[in-house]
């Protein structure tokens, strides 16, 4: 075959023909029909052959060689460049991990669950409905119907004292922990209590934004706010509506005393609230914030009520931070999604999401109940609490017993509890397990109790050996009250 044959072009508007015949000529290299060293005819003579002007053939030779498939040497005319072999694609690989939340594991909600029919209606409506001059970069702190959407959701079901203008909308609880020790480094604090036990992965946030963290010891009350005051702390982060992990509720005297603590001291309460919305004996706990807005900033999201991977969380800001924090906020990434937000505060106002939370703890209720009777039927022996609220619980087992070695046996026959030892930063107590029952049918997580059971019973868990079956990096030390991974915690 000639190589023009190769190269002939269709018949086409002449104000195409360069494109065409830059095209003809790249398929023609690219597939091999023209290999490398092939010395192309003089520009007179293609065009010529191909009925096309000189000046034609000349922008597509000069376009390619530009591209580097073909090679323009003096003396030995146009020829076709020795382009390197394109890489093989690789084949599909196994993942690294479990697909999907593994039963028993904390903090996360049945992706099932997601009202996909009421949210493709609130983003069909931001769609249709939204002005032009949104979809322009707009106010960091989110778009002002979702502010005042979230500011008057906050104030009727957790009891918050919040207007508008302190809102600022976050892509999850894990950017407003961030935006905060951002701001508070920069204000020149060094050193942060978090609850003890807690969680790690709240630790490593505020460790990555400069601060030192301090454990604080938490009783039957929740944080002991008498050793955060000797501490010397000039903030602290708190989960007083479900303690994390243990589940107690703060009590009416500590929280008093904590917000007395940050009113004496200049000190700054992070609250997160990052469950609230799930208790089953009676109505939520009011929020800390409702009682001091001027001294706590209340972290929220929708993690747990909708999905972690919807990114949508908020940060209620006390007038003294409000600057500095909407600063950052804007430093980040000048603001979210405008057509998300639109179609959440469409999701708010329409009652939506009060219907979908309503569905959502009937569910999460029977799945508790099923936990509960499954550990008094498998592991009698096991002190359950933390059952009032939240997706998760604890199983305290004796003092015999190796959690952490219990957790990686557990892993191995694709269970995913925690280890109460390993949220314990400097406070001793008894191991025990900290059960997720979010994302499975009682069915399934019934089945899951009695699974992990065969592994406490076991004598292997008892004698501190390990299992060689290790969880998944970014895995095995995920805490409930953050949906980011993180990397596994030093246990101390």
Known sequence: MSFVADILLPPGPSRTAGARLVAALREAI???????????????????????SRGVVVGAYEQLIAE?????RPGSGTVVANLPEPATPPGPTEPAGPVGPVPLRPGVPDLGLFPRAAWRRA???????VPDHLLDYGDPCGVADLRRELAAYLGRVRGARVTADQVVVT????QAMTLLGTVLSGLGVTRIGLEDPGSRAVGQQFTS??????????????????ALAETGV???FVTPAHQFPLGMVLSPRRRAALVAWARRTGGVIIEDDYDAEFRYDREPVGCVQGLAPDVVALIGTASKALAPGIRRGWLVVPPGLRAAVTDAKAAADLGESVLEQVAFARLLATGDYDRHLRHARRVHRARRDAVVAAL??????????GVAAGLHLVAELGPEADDVAIVDAAWSLGLGPLALSSLRWQSTGPPG??????????????EAVHRLSTVVRSPAPATGRRSAVRPPRGVDRLLAVTSEPMRPAVRR
């Not at 008094?376 to 609490?385: G, K, S």
């Open 68 to 72: 580097g498939r073909l090679l323009a």
């Open 433 to 446: 397990l900290v059960l997720g029952y979010g994302a499975h049918t009682p069915d399934a997580l019934r």
């Open 209 to 226: 934004s400069g601060l030192e963290v301090v454990p604080v010891p938490v009783d039957a009350e929740g944080i002991d706010v008498d």
């Open 171 to 174: 892509t999850g609880a894990a």
């Open 376 to 385: 008094a039927e498998h592991l009698p022996q096991a002190r359950v609490h």
């Open 30 to 52: 690219d597939s091999g029909r023209l290999p490398a060293g092939t010395r192309l005819p003089s520009t007179r003579a293609l065009a010529a052959d191909l009925g096309l």
């Open 234 to 236: 000039a903030a602290v």
């Open 123 to 129: 983003y069909d409506h931001a769609v249709r409905t």
